[in-house]
């Protein structure tokens, strides 16, 4: 392994443990990377963790980089991509024996040593520093081992693993984000680097990989300070700059405490099941701690691109506001071009438009895009258009038991008697069946106001007539997008009910 390589002028890594799904957390570190390498004109890199082996498996780690690709994040260099400095799995990594060759130098410039004490006197050790209300450390017993009497230990056979000597020095992380941040070194105790099975400890594993991955800058999250005050010593004892490290606040739920279930979805596989678009994911999490120049906060991908400057990254906690994340979903949707927003929502339609014509589905989709908030809400949403209803059941229709919605009720039905075959809503494009049900509206409200109908009266008899709600599309939608004979066998059917209605009101007794 060559631990000399210069680092070409921006690397960053994005490094996930296939142990679970993508969480909304880990998402936004790999969208800041992005962001951060595209701006700079850098390579964004896809490292797999899979070192836990009891943890990790291949479901998730396809998971993760099915997440990743739908949020658009795409990597230059990964387990699926190649490039010139893998392999891009840990696992593959110390099958090559890429960390057990850099631990076998720190060994022989006796900046490690092997350790023989067994787990039972470690937790113990843990315990009586516990008891002395101090942090717990290893005490160094195997520490003044010579090379021989190491040798002599395993040649009997005793397990041992590997341990960084920690030198007595202060440790200071300059952090993009945090500015500077103090360690003293006696609190860190010598940590392992090689478990007594072969495997790689993080804190060794991942300052190797970036070494030989030339990575030149960290973005993490914050609980990865301490972790990186261990790592700065073994860049120094491998004799390698370290990278420049932003540590980035952590999402908090609403509550102030970490983001989890309690809170709803946490994984990005459950956003995109829930009809939330990838765009406005990202934007969203971008704006948890990093503030644009301007004050726009609905971004586009490239803008946010063109705009990402690390220095305006907050270290403030991140409160997830699934509020704002439903704003930026709505904005986002109504942003979609016809095709795309049909093609978004095809998930979602199930059979709630089925049987309708293609004329008939772009003219409700038309409707619904400017109301959505989530994808998810497809079905219901064009439900009312194509879902017939119970008169007796419906609650709102009550408000229409009275005379002008009666008169409301012939008026529509006239004016669509009076339709020619080629006229209104026989046509097959959609603007052409918007303009002429607006124009069948206009007309109606004309004879409305000549006979001392409110607008909002003839407006919400036809909703509900159609419908059986008071709210929903706009009516000029709705009249274009059911059929002909759809909305003529409503309006009827409602004239009657309401006629009969009146009618049992007027007989005597009723």
């Known amino acids: 392994m060559n631990l000399s390589l210069v680092p070409r002028p921006v690397r960053v890594r994005f490094a996930p443990s296939p142990t679970g799904t993508l969480h909304i957390g880990s998402a936004r570190t790999a969208l800041y990377n992005y962001l951060y390498a595209r701006h700079q004109e850098g390579s964004f890199i896809l490292r797999i963790e899979d070192t836990d082996a009891a943890r990790s498996t291949s479901a998730f780690e396809q998971s993760i980089l099915k997440d990743l690709a739908w949020l658009g994040l795409d990597w230059d260099e990964g387990p699926d991509r190649g490039g010139d400095c893998g392999p891009y799995r840990q696992s593959e990594r110390v099958q090559a024996g890429i960390y057990s060759q850099a631990a076998g130098r720190l060994l022989d410039e006796r ?187 609905n971004l586009s991908r490239s803008e946010m691109v063109r705009d990402f400057e690390i220095y305006r990254v907050s270290r403030s906690p991140a409160i997830f506001d699934i509020q704002k994340l439903n704003w930026l979903n709505g904005l986002h949707i109504r942003d979609l071009d016809r095709e795309a927003f049909h093609a978004a929502i095809g998930p979602f339609r199930n059979q709630a438009a089925a049987g309708a014509t293609g004329a008939q589905l772009a003219v409700a989709e038309k409707a619904i895009q400017t109301s959505l908030v989530t994808l998810a809400e497809t079905e219901a949403r064009l439900k009312e258009f194509f879902d017939d209803y119970n008169i007796e059941a419906a609650e709102d229709f009550a408000e229409l038991l009275e005379p002008q919605s009666l008169r409301v009720l012939e008026l529509a039905v006239a004016e669509l008697a009076g339709l020619s075959t080629d006229q209104g809503f026989a046509v097959t494009e959609v603007e052409p069946q918007i303009a002429a049900a607006r124009e069948l509206v206009a007309r109606l409200k004309l004879k409305c106001r000549e006979g001392q109908i409110p607008a909002k009266r003839m407006y919400r008899t036809l909703r509900i007539a159609l419908t059986g709600r008071s709210s929903g599309p706009e009516l000029p939608f709705l009249l274009a997008g059911l059929a002909r004979d759809t909305v003529r066998l409503r309006l009827t059917r409602a004239h009657s009910y309401i006629a009969a209605r009146l009618a049992e009101k007027t007989e005597p007794g009723g």
């Not at 060794?204 to 301490?226: K, Y």
């Open 111 to 297: 900046k490690a040593y092997r350790c023989f004490c067994s787990q039972e006197r470690l937790e113990q050790l843990k315990q009586e520093c516990l008891d002395r209300g101090e942090m717990p450390k290893y005490d160094r017993r195997c520490a003044g081992l010579s090379p021989d009497e190491a040798q002599a230990k395993l040649a009997a056979g005793e397990p041992a693993t590997i341990r960084f000597r920690v030198p007595e020095t202060e440790i200071v992380v300059n952090d993009l984000i945090h500015g500077h941040t103090k360690f003293s070194s006696d609190v860190l105790g010598d940590f392992i680097i090689i478990r007594s099975d072969g495997g790689v400890a993080y804190n060794f594993a991942v300052v190797v990989d970036d070494i030989q991955m030339a990575i030149s800058h960290v973005i993490r999250g914050e609980d990865h300070l301490t972790n990186t005050a261990r790592q700065l010593l073994v860049f120094r004892a491998l004799g390698q700059e370290p990278p420049v490290y932003a540590h980035h606040s952590l999402i908090l739920g609403p509550d102030g405490g970490k983001l989890s279930k309690r809170h709803g979805a946490t994984s990005v596989g459950e956003f995109r099941q829930a009809g939330y678009l990838p765009e406005a994911i990202i934007n969203y999490l971008a704006l948890l701690s990093w503030k644009p120049s301007g004050d726009q906060e």
